[in-house]
């Protein structure tokens, strides 16, 4: 009898932390909804390293130039002819559904009024005010999604460990880290609790442990002002999900969210002397290749240090404006594509799989194939316009499990200028042949 209680009871509570485990996976899906749907973000490295234009903060870790030097630019900061409203308008106009700003990059220069401590734009700056809560404000105002980059490192700290690569203040000092982790504490309750925002992308993470920068803590902390709010991967895996960077992976990251943070040309602030941008149509294919992985692309802008944006990078938000406005319904609430190899291009479907979504990133000359698809097709028209395309099946045998190739024949006229998108519609979800081929073997 003891020994039959005892199983039950243990079941029990197999059954019961296996539930709570459940539930916890479909919270986070609830949380993570929004973002999943988002596709694209803008990021924002705006800072004093805009002054001289030299890396953020890297530049004095490194030893390009001095701390001094670097800091010296605190004095030219002016923020002159800064508009949020333009700015957000702006973002809104990309087809972002979300963005994040760098409240304070490594060299520990804050753009809100911090009360921790005393190197801010607020009181080391011509700027002399709060940047950074009339940006949260109109974010808010014109319904996008917030996000505060927060550097957990803070390389001007007096009781943080690093200087530079070369120089430390002290090698062990539990007292001094300890003193320095409060402090981080308290300036992330202070924009926890004015912000309140959707999401926490932090960075520098790599010179302590998580028990170091205290993350379970930290992670408590941002939930107790916003329970939903998402938490990126630089938290030493503590986050909600991966951020690769530059690079766009070759096969679809393992983790379920992820984001690539990207540059437009090699620079994240503002550098006048990287003239080195990338082609809009490289950006775009960047962008459908993250769709078609299940993705999101966080583009990043480096504004000037009077807060203007430079022509470049508003040329490149506008055209990514003109194309997800015309393309919508094959980039947001889309879902990761179908393998590599079954046509010649990025893919994606719908929520319900029974759309397939093609992106041309290039101009046919000659039909566009399908392989391996089992399904029956309805009809497929070229999304933005609307225009249905022609399509023909070969190689079908009756034999064979083996599907047919199908061609689809696009109108030179209905070509997108950058990215053409086809959408397919199927009989059912989408389902693939995935063999190597059969040989005959009766007819």
Not at 261 to 274: F, H, I, V
Not at 358 to 372: D, H, N
């Amino acid at each position: 009898m003891k020994r039959a209680l005892t199983f039950v009871v243990s079941t029990l509570l197999l059954f019961g932390s296996t539930s709570l485990k459940a539930e916890t996976e479909q919270q986070k899906e609830k949380r993570m909804e929004w973002f999943e749907n988002a596709k694209l973000g803008i990021f924002i490295h705006w800072g004093i390293y805009a002054v001289d234009g030299v890396s953020e903060s890297w530049s004095f870790h490194n030893s390009y130039l001095p701390y001094d030097a670097y800091m010296k630019q605190l004095d030219g900061f002016t923020a002159k002819n800064y508009d949020p409203k333009e700015w957000v308008s702006l973002i809104k106009e990309s087809g972002a559904k979300y963005t994040v700003i760098t409240t304070k990059h490594h060299d520990g220069v804050a753009l809100w009024d911090t009360k921790a401590g005393d190197l801010s734009v607020v009181k080391k700056t011509p700027a002399a005010r709060d940047l950074l809560t009339p940006f949260c404000d109109e974010v808010r105002e014109q319904g996008l999604r917030l996000g505060l980059y927060y550097s957990l490192l803070d390389w001007s700290h007096p009781d943080y460990p690093v200087i530079t690569r070369k120089e430390k203040r002290y090698d062990n000092d539990p007292a001094r880290f300890a003193k320095f982790t409060d402090f981080n504490f308290k300036q992330l309750e202070e924009i926890s609790s004015a912000y309140k925002p959707d999401l926490y992308w932090f960075d520098g993470d790599w010179e302590q442990t998580a028990e170091a920068w205290k993350s379970t803590d930290i992670v408590k902390l941002l939930r107790k002002y916003n329970p939903n709010t998402i938490i990126n991967s630089r938290i030493q895996g503590y986050g909600d999900y991966s951020t690769p960077e530059q690079g766009v992976p070759v096969v679809k990251p393992k983790d379920k969210y992820w984001e690539l943070c990207l540059t437009m040309n090699d620079s994240w602030g503002y550098q006048g002397a990287d003239t080195n941008y990338k082609p809009v149509n490289s950006l775009l294919r960047t962008f459908v290749e993250c769709i078609s992985m299940g993705g999101n692309l966080l583009l990043d802008i480096g504004p000037k240090a009077d807060g203007t944006i430079p022509q470049e990078q508003v040329d490149v938000l506008k055209e990514f404006g003109r194309w997800t406005k015309k393309h919508a319904e094959a980039v947001y609430d889309t879902k990761a594509g179908i393998p590599n190899g079954h046509v010649m291009g990025y893919t994606s479907t719908n929520k319900g799989e029974d759309i397939l979504y093609i992106y041309l990133p290039y101009k046919p000359t000659g039909p566009v194939t399908i392989k391996g698809l089992k399904n029956k097709i309805n009809r497929i028209w070229v999304v933005g316009n609307g225009v249905m395309v022609p399509w023909k099946v070969y190689g079908k045998q009756y034999w064979s499990e083996v599907p047919g190739i199908v061609n689809i024949d696009v109108p030179e006229e209905c070509l997108d200028e950058q990215i053409t998108v086809l959408a397919v519609l199927l009989d059912g979800k989408v389902d693939l042949y995935r063999g190597e081929g059969h040989v005959i073997e009766s007819n």
